[in-house]
Structures are given as C-alpha cells and as structure tokens.
T-cell receptor, first 116, second 114 residues
Framework: EAQVTQNPRYLITVTGKKLTVTCSQN?????MSWYRQDPGLGLRQIYY???????DKGDVPEGYKVSRKEKRNFPLILESPSPNQTSLYFC???????????????FGQGTRLTVV | AQSVTQPDIHITVSEGASLELRCNYS??????LFWYVQSPGQGLQLLLK??????LVQGIKGFEAEFKRSQSSFNLRKPSVHWSDAAEYFC????????????FGTGTRLQVTL
C-alpha cells in the first residue's frame, strides 16, 4: 500500500529537549516536505527536499532542521524545542513529474507535538 | 508569490442540503489547484485537482469544483451533503508545472446537522 508514515503520532516533550519526528514514504517520490498546521493559519511549509541531499527552507523554517540521506526518509529535527512549536505536523511526498495524472501530494497521518 | 484565501472559517449545513466552499487564489499564471479534506484525527486526502482544460472538475465522494479565471476562484461544491462529510477542507495552489510546492488556505470547517 502506498503510504507516508510518520512517527510518533503523539509526543509531549519539555523545552530544550532535542527530538526527531520520522517520515518515510514507499512510493519512490523525489519531493518530500514538512508542514505545520495551526488553528486559523492552515498548513505552512517548514522545509522541503527535491531529492537526496537537496533540501531547502519553506515558509517557516526557524527552529527546525531536516536531512535527506535516503530517498524514502525525511526526518524533522527540533534541536531545542520551544512552546511555540507546539503544533500538528504533517509530512508529504510527491513525484516531480510532468505527468499530470500522477501529480498529487500524499500526506502522513500527522504528529501532534506538545512542548511544555 | 502565490496565496490562497478561504473566506469562510466555519460553515454549518443540514444533511441533504447543497454545499459550496469558497476559495480564491492569487498567482501570476494559471496555477494548479487542489482541494483536500481532513477528517478528525486524520491526514489530508485529495478530493480533486485542476490543471487545465475543462473548468468543471469532478472529484471523489461526489464533490466537484469549478475554476473561474476571471474571478480567481476555485469553489468546491456538493449537491447533497452527508453527515460523514463533516471535516475540514483546504484549498491549495501550486506553481504551474508541479504539484509539490503547495500553498494552503486557512481551511473551512464543515459541520453537518442531522
């Protein structure tokens, strides 16, 4: 089954304690990205990657890091989490293609992070 | 830069009534447009997408959307709403040529009364 898998689904942590949220896709997609969802703000892109070892900032990158060492994995790293990073996080992947029929972003189930 | 506006934060309709969710976009060229649905506790599921051609697009679950270039709109419609349609709906835009760099609207939460 084609899917994007995030772990963990729920996480409560304390300010300053480094954490990693994993994301893995099994569709051989080149493009992967992270979004955060906040009430009244919709989804905002944090970072994206167009292929292995190619990453770039999205709209709200401050306080986050990513890496893309393998095509299937795109972990999100919070080196020193703060309460304003409490949010719902989504990983997404898609093909970089001109085939419009296959142009679609697939999303993970989400990770609800609380930083106290 | 591209942007999306969903003017309605919350909409309530009765089961069986028709539905229209509004979406306006800002983009210099013809964008790629999407509607996603997020059920409680779930990820986002694609309802439909528009790239070019016929301006009326059919999607899953009985939804359709109409692209109106003159109004920069891409409104989502359903003739008869079911209680299971209660969810949050997001309109999104991507630059021509890719569906990857999505910009989302703030979402519309749909409540369905029985």
């Amino acid at each position: 089954e084609a899917q994007v898998t995030q772990n963990p689904r729920y996480l409560i942590t304390v300010t300053g304690k480094k954490l990693t949220v994993t994301c893995s896709q099994n569709m051989n997609h080149e493009y992967m990205s992270w979004y955060r969802q906040d009430p009244g703000l919709g989804l905002r892109q944090i970072y994206y990657s167009m292929n292995v070892e190619v990453t770039d900032k999205g709209d709200v990158p401050e306080g986050y890091k990513v890496s893309r060492k393998e095509k299937r994995n795109f972990p999100l790293i919070l080196e020193s989490p703060s309460p304003n990073q409490t949010s719902l996080y989504f990983c997404a992947s898609s093909l970089l293609t001109v085939d419009l029929q296959n142009t679609e972003a697939f999303f993970g189930q989400g990770t609800r992070l609380t930083v106290v | 830069a591209q942007s999306v506006t969903q003017p309605d934060i919350h909409i309530t309709v009765s089961e069986g009534a028709s539905l229209e969710l509004r979406c306006n976009y800002s983009y210099g060229a013809t964008p790629y447009l999407f509607w996603y649905v997020q059920s409680p506790g779930q990820g986002l599921q694609l309802l439909l997408k528009y790239f070019s051609g016929d301006t009326l697009v059919q999607g899953i679950k009985g939804f359709e959307a109409e692209f109106k270039r003159s109004q920069s709109s891409f409104n989502l419609r359903k003739p008869s709403v079911h209680w299971s349609d209660a969810a949050e709906y997001f309109c999104a835009v991507a630059p021509t040529g890719t569906a990857s760099k999505l910009t989302f609207g703030t979402g519309t939460r749909l409540q369905v009364t029985l």
